[in-house]
């Protein structure tokens, strides 16, 4: 079985700009959720997806959204980048909404974004 | 609200020598405890996980935790560290009324040769 997978691996963007960063989850995880790794802020949770919608978000701003497909296949979107926007974005799969804290989590190898 | 705290940032322990890695958590009901590994350049990976039952549980790769309710901590060993453990190690819990995960801010761990 195939696992998550995240497109994609690097990012250069600059300040302003915005970036849309894809997950597949494995198949048939139906939750994907989405989080930034920072050396300074280690693992933050950005928001969980189920069923295209989403059920859980953590303290970001607006300028950071996702979206889910009919598929389970999720993007993230930030806009009007900053420098400290630059991180690793990871993605991770779980089997549905209830599973997402007493299940393991599946992660992809994750998104490297750097803001100049 | 949960919380993990994992108190050592850095630690370097010899190849062949023992490894116990801390992590404490806070939250009011049975938690769901985890320990993830993660290689440089990489996702988190499954070490183990607990739930309930037996409070010693094995994972992967020679790894074994301990849960203790009256230390609120879940640490993870290791007999035998070999070159190839070296990465950053996560202890997260997973509480029902948050409906996700907290993660610790990670161990790093270095093998010396």
């Known amino acids: 079985k195939a696992g998550v997978t995240q497109t994609p691996r690097y990012l250069i963007k600059t300040r302003g700009q915005q970036v849309t960063l894809s997950c597949s989850p494995i198949?048939?995880?139906?939750?994907v959720s989405w989080y930034q790794q920072t050396p300074g802020q280690g693992l933050q949770f950005l928001f969980e997806?189920?069923?295209?919608?989403?059920?859980n978000k953590g303290n970001f701003p607006g300028r950071f959204s996702g979206r889910q497909f009919s598929n389970s296949r999720s993007e993230m979107n930030v806009s009007t980048l900053e420098l400290g926007d630059s991180a690793l974005y990871l993605c991770?799969?779980?089997?549905?909404?209830?599973?997402?804290?007493?299940?393991?989590?599946?992660f992809g190898n994750g998104t490297r974004l750097t803001v100049t | 609200a949960q919380s993990v705290t994992q108190p050592d940032i850095h630690i370097t322990v010899s190849e062949g020598a023992s490894l116990e890695l801390r992590c404490n958590y806070s939250?009011?009901?049975?938690?769901?405890l985890f320990w993830y590994v993660q290689s440089p350049g990489q996702g988190l990976q499954l070490l183990l996980k607990?739930?309930?039952?037996?409070?010693l549980v094995q994972g992967i790769k020679g790894f074994e935790a301990e849960f203790k309710r009256s230390q609120s901590s879940f640490n993870l060993r290791k007999p035998s560290v070999h070159w190839s453990d070296a990465a950053e190690y996560f202890c997260a819990v997973g509480a029902q009324d948050a409906g996700k995960s907290t993660f610790g801010d990670g161990t790093t761990l270095t093998v010396k040769p």
């Open positions: 607990y739930f309930s039952g037996d409070t």
């Open positions: 991770a799969s779980s089997l549905g909404p209830r599973q997402l804290y007493n299940s393991p989590l599946h």
């Open positions: 939250y009011g009901a049975t938690p769901y």
């Open positions: 997806y189920f069923s295209e919608t989403q059920r």
């Open positions: 198949s048939g995880h139906r939750s």
